[in-house]
């Protein structure tokens, strides 16, 4: 029979254009939150993280938000670029867990 | 640091063969995580280790998954015996102590495990 597997959201973007990717996280009680980007055929790799008492965070062309109030997290890449294309995952951690609780990811393809 | 590595990179073995998996993690960090990805559950924590010791196992999925970690740069994942539902990329990751921005996990590479 034919497998069924995660529908993954996707989003497709024009090369030099702004890329939001969102996430909705499952746990109010949640502090701490990670962005990861994920090549095919390589491990996830870290992009940017934000503690709960930050609203935003930026890093190289790369900004974090976090809007507590709806349990919402945002990934904006500025300029996306061929290289970008990927699977972005979200993570979030609670309390003293060193583990993380990843969500299912987004398909970005950047277009020339 | 060459980060997080793996090996083998690829496995492809029968139904009914042990399995063993391993990670080398960065050098340094206390806690080493091993995870599993397929398209049906994505990214699974099976079981993560904080100074050699293990502290949470609840993702093993049965009793054929054990893993080890002997000292602070090798551990190991096993599977015996081993089921086609098996196949699916597991991951290494490591990290350090403390809570400090941008000190979050480091991944491997991955091995892509097929069970025929």
């Known amino acids: 029979g034919e497998s069924v597997g995660l529908h993954l959201p996707t989003l497709s973007v024009q090369e030099g254009d702004n890329s939001i990717i969102n996430c909705a996280y499952s746990n109010s009680a949640s502090d701490y939150f990670i962005w990861y980007k994920q090549e095919s055929g390589k491990g996830p790799q870290f992009i940017i993280d934000?503690?709960?008492?930050?609203d935003k965070r930026q890093g190289q062309r790369v900004t974090v938000l976090l809007n507590k109030t709806v349990k919402h997290l945002s990934l904006q890449i500025a300029a996306t670029q061929p290289g970008d294309s990927a699977v972005y995952f979200c993570a979030e951690r609670f309390g003293s867990a060193r583990q993380l609780t990843f969500g299912s990811g987004t398909q970005l393809t950047v277009l020339p | 640091d060459a980060g997080v590595i793996q090996s083998p990179r690829h496995e492809v073995t029968e139904m009914g063969q042990e399995v063993t998996l391993r990670c080398k993690p960065i050098?340094?960090?206390?806690?080493l995580f091993w995870y599993r990805q397929t398209m049906m559950r994505g990214l699974e924590l099976l079981i993560y280790?904080?100074?050699?010791?293990?502290?949470?196992d609840s993702g093993m999925p049965e009793d054929r998954f054990s893993a080890k970690m002997p000292n602070a740069s090798f551990s190991t994942l096993k599977i015996q015996p081993s089921e086609p539902r098996d196949s699916a990329v597991y991951f290494c990751?490591?990290?350090?102590?403390?809570?400090?921005?941008?000190?979050?996990?480091?991944f491997g590479q991955g091995t892509r495990l097929t069970v025929v």
């Open positions: 934000i503690r709960s008492n930050m």
């Open positions: 990751a490591s990290r350090q102590q403390g809570t400090l921005l941008g000190t979050e996990a480091f």
């Open positions: 050098s340094g960090h206390d806690y």
């Open positions: 280790f904080n100074n050699n010791v293990p502290i949470d």
